[in-house]
DNA sequence: GTGAAAGCGCTAACAA
DNA sequence: TTGTTAGCGCTTTCAC
């Protein structure tokens, strides 16, 4: 890879590299002749800084680090595109690594990022991750960092969410006036805030309308629903509870789904026998059968949000920051999956 | 971020940065004893090297590049994930970017990674992409690239795809065989090698059952779906014919679902005035409405086999490498989206 | 067996 | 206005 570096441009031009390189930073101490000639020397010669050059030398990089649970998955690759959009106007590379809900692999991706001198992190934690030590280092070294979706309590620094509590309240309200008594939650590891803001949702809402929560009603998945099994096991039991629940609210894309595949292959309608509300971002909810009732969440836009204030903490480093978390409005869609009574 | 360099380590034990380099490369010409100290100390402080200045060094970064349309896409997400897991056990890092099928950004991509000195790119082309010379360029500068999926005909490289051809016939083949006549093909802009190959596929199978080709019940699609007006205006486009198709064979997951969200919103009953089949990795088709007929590609398998390729490439590169075009097969998946005749 | 020095590409403090 | 030099972290000749 014969690139051409600041050296061949100087050679060619018998000019010193310093002096290059003030050239093509266009240097207010550079004659104007000498800039020209360099410039044009430059692009002919489709020079192109070595950003590792640069990262060494200044330990910056332009570039952020992104860690999240899974790409293939719809809400975090909306999540994702909304990262890259800002990121990428404002000049700055995305580097994504997925922690497949490992910690171990979460930690691994975080010292790597780190030693590729990314200048910020975007986190959203791996549902296995309960140590946070690691990023609170990093934290500690003043790398900035911003949280988003699954965000952990005791670090302070700017996190976005989704209103979890808000999204939870109005889909279990909705299954509640739809005439649903006995309505499930089926949840990721209770370790996640989303876990516990969707739980609290939940239950204000059953309590709000004067229904009692029963414990037995909720399950939490330790893998989310990507193994398939758990997840059966778990709507299994509900469904042999001496009252089985004619209302599911599943927590994320992969439980609902997970979810509507063993009602499918058990043969249980939707909603006659069993009405179900799904907290997912998939893009297919109106093909779904039956078409499903959705709580989306602004994925896109808690990207942009969360690589904007990254971004901010990045160029305006100040000691004292208030930090913020946003919460942005979920959207309940209402469709054939949840209404429509159950058949006695 | 105070990380601790070499240079720590040899002020600290009192020793040349030489030799602690080579003490931690565990080279043979080190006393044992040194050498135990140097590894324990810095295993004490939890030294890790710094990878940009081995790149620095020796234009290596053990991390390769990806460039793909887009994540938000089950197909190209399992690519990924296929990408990943082989990468990762190999010690290799894997960088990935979207051109969000746009010529422009690919080019960005390309010279970004290049520039961060990538040791390979595996790239899977933009359908907006007819000129190569950015790829040709490196590769005659000795950068391995691997294609896979959407690869170029006349650059001489290892290459990966599904087995279009195959795929398109069975999927064409079925539908015959269910009883449809008047097959259409929702396809991507012509200049796509996966667009050509699922087209002659379409074409041979329409032959061999004697169904003469007619060029109006082909749609290219510019955008691959991803712009709605344009789906539906092709689809409009279709059902307007004198002798409008009773099956309809879609050659992406875009293409597929967009397909049938203007079925459902004009109230057109699948199977039963139209019968469709997909190529597409959407995770959901046995929930859809009806539940949907798919080819799948191997995505996962065509990721790893890629990725194997190109580290090959890249480890031991060899100026006579006999190139090879690996394809793999796809997989028909019949449900109830093409079967049952249409009600006349 | 260990150290000094150069170099990867670039910038910046200091000289001229 | 331009050049010299040092240094970012590491490896690797070449000396000792």
Chains 1, 2 share one sequence.
Not at 20 to 33: F, G, K, M, T
Not at 166 to 177: C, Q, V
Not at 250 to 268: E, H, P, W
């Amino acid at each position: 890879m014969e690139t051409i570096t600041i050296k061949d441009i100087a050679k060619a031009l018998n000019l010193s590299t310093s002096t290059v390189s003030r050239a093509l930073r266009n240097s207010y101490e550079i004659n104007p002749e000498t800039k020209k000639l360099v410039m044009e020397y430059a692009e002919r010669m489709n020079y192109r800084p070595n950003p590792i050059a640069l990262s060494l030398k200044d330990s910056k990089s332009k570039s952020i680090g992104v860690i999240i649970p899974e790409i293939a998955n719809h809400f975090f690759s909306q999540l994702i595109n909304g990262i890259e959009s800002i990121a990428y106007n404002l000049g700055y590379h995305v580097v994504i690594f997925q922690s497949h809900d490992s910690y171990e692999r979460e930690v691994a991706n975080t010292n790597y990022l780190v030693s590729r001198r990314v200048d910020g992190l975007l986190v959203s934690l791996a549902s296995l991750t309960t140590n946070l030590i690691h990023f609170q280092e990093l934290m500690e070294k003043g790398l900035p960092i911003v949280f988003l979706d699954r965000v952990p309590n005791d670090i302070e620094t700017h996190k976005v969410v989704a209103d979890n509590f808000r999204g939870s309240y109005e889909a279990t309200e909705h299954l509640i006036l739809s005439g649903r008594k006995r309505i499930a939650h089926l949840t990721s590891p209770i370790y996640l805030s989303i876990t516990t803001e969707r739980l609290a949702g939940y239950k204000k809402a059953l309590e709000d309308y004067g229904i009692p929560f029963d414990e037995s009603y909720v399950k939490y998945c330790l893998y989310g629903g990507k193994i398939k099994a758990e997840n059966e096991a778990a709507i299994e039991e509900m469904l042999n509870l001496p009252e089985p629940p004619d209302a599911i609210f599943t927590a994320s894309d992969r439980l609902t789904t997970g979810c509507m595949a063993v009602f499918q292959r058990k043969g249980i309608r939707v909603p006659d026998e069993i009405a179900i509300v799904g907290f997912t971002n998939i893009s297919v909810a109106d093909l779904l059968n039956p078409p499903l009732t959705t709580v989306m969440q602004p994925a896109m836009e808690m990207g942009q949000q969360a690589v904007e204030l990254l971004i901010r903490l990045i160029e305006h480093p100040q000691k004292d920051e208030k930090f913020e978390t946003r919460s942005l409005k979920t959207a309940l869609t209402i469709r054939a999956s949840s209404v429509g009574k159950t058949v006695v």
